[in-house]
């Protein structure tokens, strides 16, 4: 399993706030510095709901437009039953519940795991501007809000990846 | 299947040198892995290795995050304990299979 040319830091983007988004980038950072491998992770544009105090526990994911929801029993879950009023909030609430019984935390508890491992959670300044976001509407741990070319600087190094979510 | 003798006593590791019969390990043993990691064990070390053991011994999954839950320290703490990969050394002390856990 050892490689020649091991991975020693990640530089993650999440740009999107549904669930699997979301997650995929906590999981992948989370996965890091459980292997001792330096993390950053750069929330943007819909990702900052990641990272925004009232919303970053509450992620949603499509019930319309997501041809991988299926159905408890497997049935693919049909478009027109997505636009009935509180879907998305019950399918993603079943998933949520889902994915704690598998010891996966709320995204908060998640961030907190990744920051004790040492990793860095960063905001990204354009976006921060477009939604008119300030410092204060963020999760009080965040480490800083970067431009994109204070990301590359910190995302510089040997054995150095950009994974975009 | 690989044998090593640590603190006198030989036992049985896969390739990777995780245990495969954690009823071999001792403290004396764990205070040796330990060495080769670097790391001195005191009581704190001890008392989080017993969790993971009695957890393992219990059939639970190991996660980062149920360092939480043990009521012995906090994760960044677990971090400060064993540095680098933490879950992976402290399952290796503590004479267990390595955690498959994603979280």
């Keep these: 399993m050892e490689s020649n040319n091991p991975i020693k830091k990640v530089n993650i983007i999440c740009a999107k706030a549904a669930i699997e988004d979301v997650y995929a980038a906590l999981v992948m950072g989370n996965g890091a510095v459980m292997e001792g491998i330096e993390a950053n992770l750069f ?123 | 299947m690989t044998q090593i003798t640590y603190a006198g006593v030989t036992v049985d590791v896969n390739e990777e ?35 993971l053991r009695s957890r393992h011994n219990n059939g639970e999954a190991l996660s980062i995050r149920s360092i939480n839950h043990s009521g012995i320290i906090d994760v960044k703490t677990f971090y400060q304990l064993f540095p680098g990969a933490p879950l992976k050394k402290a399952t290796k002390i503590a004479g267990i299979p390595k955690p498959s856990s994603c979280i």
């Design chain 1, 43 to 165: 929330f943007t544009f819909f990702g900052l709901d990641a990272i925004v105090k009232n919303r970053m526990d509450k992620p949603h994911t499509a019930v319309v437009g997501n041809p991988g929801l299926r159905l408890p029993g497997g049935l693919r879950m049909p478009t027109l039953l997505g636009v009935i009023p509180g879907m998305e909030a019950m399918t993603s609430s079943m998933m949520l519940s889902t994915m704690e019984k598998l010891d996966i935390p709320p995204v908060s508890e998640f961030l907190e795991l990744i920051k004790a491992g040492g990793g860095k959670i960063y905001a990204c300044k354009l976006a921060m501007d477009m939604f008119k976001f300030t410092k204060e509407d963020l999760w009080d741990e965040v480490d800083g809000v970067l431009t994109v070319g204070e990301f590359y600087a910190l995302a510089g190094g040997e054995g150095s990846h950009i994974i975009f979510t």
């Design chain 2, 17 to 51: 040198g995780y245990f495969t019969n954690p009823s071999q390990w001792t403290r004396d043993i764990a205070a040796e892995i330990a060495k080769e990691e670097g790391i001195v064990l005191t009581d704190q070390h001890y008392a989080i290795i017993d969790f």
